[in-house]
């Protein structure tokens, strides 16, 4: 890119950059840009960027490659029902070894690498997230379903500068500790503490009009019009919770939110710093 174009790209970010500089920006990061080091580096890149221009930014992770893996070290099968883990007492332990601690730990210091300040948490730290059991027709084990969100470890960190990572584990009212759902996770703390977005990073493009054609991919939609898009199969399948979880943001404060493609590089920046913008928006 020439020094011109290079210009013109600044200029048009430039009002963004005004809108967005002290505000609070949730993303959940998940999916191939967590596994692939090149978009690694660009995520990091990204939200380093968005701390230097005065945008507040907590990053809630998922891990459940990592998860996979220790288990299979282990001996163990990894199970699902609809989706969500089979998480038995073993389990929640390798879930809590991983998340809270080789994945949280190993982003505080790639994005410390790259620059940024980062603080690593988890759910159970200053009983940030509480939680319950999850009831549904299935024994999940110890999956849990939040109950309560207590943003003080987070708007002390931002606070101070840095940028919290947050690892969804929650602590139970009954002593136990619960796996959460990322994107759950992610929605009821950005409606806790006021974000202006919510960023869900993914590995498609999108809404999908035609799952089978990613040109088929809807921009904005009003969230009165998501019960409309199930019942004619346009969302259906793993987007369902994703997209119930733009919904509940929305409907709780958030003012935008947004499913992104974490497949491609600088995503979030081309999402919240650009006229085009990227993925699909739920208003």
Known sequence: MDVSKRAKVLIQAMPYIKKYSGETIVVKYGGNAMINEELKAAVMSDLVLMQLVGV????????????????KAVGKES????????????TIDIVQMVLA???????????????GKAMGLCGLDGRMLMAEKLVTGADLGYVGE????????????????YIPIVSTVAGGYDGNVYNINADIAASQIAA?????????MTDIRGLLRDVH??????????????????????ISGGMIPKIDCCVEAVRSGVNRAHIIDGRIE????????S???IGTMFY
């Open 213 to 234: 054609d990613e040109d088929s991919l809807i921009p904005v939609v009003n969230v009165s019009e998501v019960p409309m898009l199930k019942r004619d199969g346009i």
């Open 79 to 90: 199970k699902f029902i609809n989706g969500m883990r089979v998480t038995d007492k073993e």
């Open 101 to 115: 601690g080789k994945v949280n730990k190993s982003l505080v210091q790639l994005l410390g690498s790259h620059g």
């Open 146 to 161: 939040i109950k309560e969100v207590n943003p003080e470890p987070l708007n002390n960190a931002l606070a101070s500068g």
């Open 275 to 277: 006229d085009e913008g």
């Open 56 to 71: 507040n930014v907590v990053l809630v992770h998922g891990g459940g490659p990592e998860i996979n893996a220790m288990l």
């Open 266 to 273: 600088h995503s979030i920046l081309l999402e919240l710093f």
């Open 192 to 200: 806790k503490i006021g974000a202006k977005k919510l960023i869900l």
